[in-house]
């Protein structure tokens, strides 16, 4: 065994009272961290197929004035910086596609933490941290729903242990505010989700008791990456959108 | 059936990696080695190095070269993989698996579990993936009666190795909530408690397995009562070791708990990204013997 690898073991030992022939004498057991030589044959292997997306990824997009990251959230403060940075842009972009198509205005966004899958590191923004940050094939639905329905959603956000990122909405405390306003219940709202969760993903199955979906063929990474070629600087910051008190 | 007790003679060293041989006794002694890795999720490549926690670790090809190693050391070796082998990477939006699956049954995985992003190309592509590569998925708790997977993966698995008998059986997640019907379609999920009660009495006793594994995508615990691994330990019997995933939980260490009869059950996972690779040697011999416990960090 070479050295390459860190190794953590820890020998464990067991006494048996047996009843078959064979018994497990004692078990020992390794973590060991990757940190050593590499395979020819199999980087032979990945080589063919990296080629063939390396040129396209590598392509700068934007750039990014620091470390952003979807955990850097705390308990009162509900909302994290890449969190808001990817509700803030979904809003944007499907906001122009939405009233290009349908002459509707979207009223927030939901999104789940769940959903970003990397950090944003800080400097050039690459193709490449696209699809790591949003690597699922989800597309941007919009959700017609009735505002008595709202509730239900600000409160299953609020039990969740982990901050799902929105726009357009504000929550703090008992206070919640959809494009500054008190929601009506009696209004019809367009919530731009994702196709994923309007299926009930991450248990939010809420969006069942929508009036209306709206498919725009538009795809949560393709969203980011329009609105970093366009826009080139990208910036965020926790913010007061979602505050828990109790 | 109380069949062994463990114990601690524990001391702190520093020993090489060849200190290993001390724990085997007995030159008769005969070592099954698993080795085993979770929530990889097309972690095709190292780290970039300017990860933030793991610059130029993990990637496939380092993981293959440990493995023929390992292998080479001790032939009774079994290697498997708990699930959310795709989706992370552009690797997986470009080839949907194809590549994984690829370097998986190259590198010498003998079989995997389920896990929720396995279905993230839909069936029709992973089954296409599964037969290109003829690769083994384990799988005990979902029905695939009806899909594109039906009569492609197994209920549970048996290798003989040097004469021992290692059952290994596949648990995976509940889907509903969590994937899309429209990806899972009719796939059913069946409770994993009764599962593996069923399956480990069949393979301990009927199959005469020597070794029970489980390989779950089930999620290491969880605050509230959902089946989680520590859950599934606790519930059941028959079961030597639980190969976790999902909940992407590092531990420093296999987590020892007791079952149902008060048998000793070790669960381990080993992070996500394949940045970690688990390896678990069980001893076994036909004398009742018992060495120290050594903890050691190189």
Do not use: W
């Amino acid at each position: 065994m070479k050295k390459f690898f860190k190794i953590i073991f820890v020998c464990c030992s067991f006494y048996i009272i047996g009843c078959s022939d064979l018994n497990i004498d004692s078990i020992s057991y390794s973590r060991i961290e990757l940190t050593g030589q590499e395979s020819r044959m199999i980087s032979d292997v990945i080589s063919i197929y990296k080629d063939s997306i390396d040129a396209n990824l590598d392509n700068v997009i934007g750039f990014s004035d620091r470390l952003y990251t979807k955990g850097d959230f705390s308990y009162e403060r509900f909302n994290s910086t890449l969190g808001n940075l990817i509700a803030d842009v979904i809003f944007i972009q499907s906001d122009s596609v939405f009233k290009y198509h349908e002459n509707k205005n979207i009223d927030f966004v939901i999104q789940n933490h769940g959903g970003i899958r990397a950090s944003l590191p800080k400097g050039e923004v690459k193709l490449t941290d696209a699809y790591k940050i949003l690597p699922f094939e989800n597309e941007i639905v919009i959700v017609e729903m009735d505002g008595e329905h709202l509730p239900e959603i600000v409160s299953f956000l609020k039990n969740e242990t982990t901050p799902h990122p929105f726009s357009g909405l504000t929550i703090n405390g008992n206070e919640v505010l959809v494009q500054n306003s008190l929601i009506i219940p009696t209004n019809k709202y367009y919530i731009a989700t994702n196709d994923y969760l309007l299926t009930g993903g991450d248990n939010m199955f809420f969006f069942n008791k929508n009036t209306k979906v709206y498919r725009i063929g538009y795809s949560l990474r393709d969203a980011f990456i329009d609105y970093t070629k366009s826009n080139l600087y990208l910036s965020s910051k926790i913010d007061n959108r979602f505050i828990r008190n109790e | 059936m109380n069949r062994r007790k463990f114990i601690y003679n524990s001391g702190l060293a520093s020993l090489s990696v060849m200190g290993l041989n001390s724990c085997n006794i007995n030159s008769r002694n005969l070592k099954i080695t698993i080795l085993h890795t979770n929530d990889v999720h097309s972690q095709i490549d190292p780290f970039p190095s300017n990860h933030n926690l793991y610059p130029n670790k993990g990637g496939f090809a380092k993981r293959a070269s440990l493995f023929k190693e390992l292998i080479t050391i001790n032939p009774n070796t079994l290697i498997f993989d708990a699930g959310d082998i795709f989706q992370g990477t552009p690797y997986f939006n470009f080839f949907q698996g194809e590549l994984e699956l690829n370097l998986m049954k190259k590198m010498g995985y003998n079989a995997a579990t389920i896990g929720n992003h396995e279905f993230d190309a839909g069936l029709k592509t992973f089954k296409k993936n599964i037969l290109n590569n003829d690769f083994q998925f384990i799988s005990s708790n979902y029905d695939f009666t009806n899909t594109e997977l039906e009569g492609l993966t197994d209920k549970y698995k048996i290798y003989n190795k040097g004469g021992i008998k290692v059952g290994v059986f596949g648990l995976g997640i509940e889907l509903r909530g969590l994937v899309s019907p429209l990806l899972y379609g009719e796939t059913k999920y069946y409770d994993p408690v009764d599962i593996a009660k069923d399956i480990s009495t069949k393979l301990k006793y009927e199959k005469g397995c020597d070794l029970v594994i489980c390989i779950s995508h089930l999620g290491h615990q969880y605050q509230n009562d959902k089946i989680s691994d520590t859950l599934l330990a606790k519930l059941t019997s028959n079961i030597d070791l639980i190969i976790g995933g999902h909940t992407h939980t590092l531990l420093k260490e296999p987590l020892i708990l007791n079952n149902y009869l008060g048998e000793e059950v070790i669960i381990n996972q080993v992070g996500s990204s394949g940045v970690f690779v688990g390896k678990i040697d069980f001893n076994f011999t036909n004398n009742n013997k018992n060495s120290d416990k050594f903890l050691v960090e190189v």
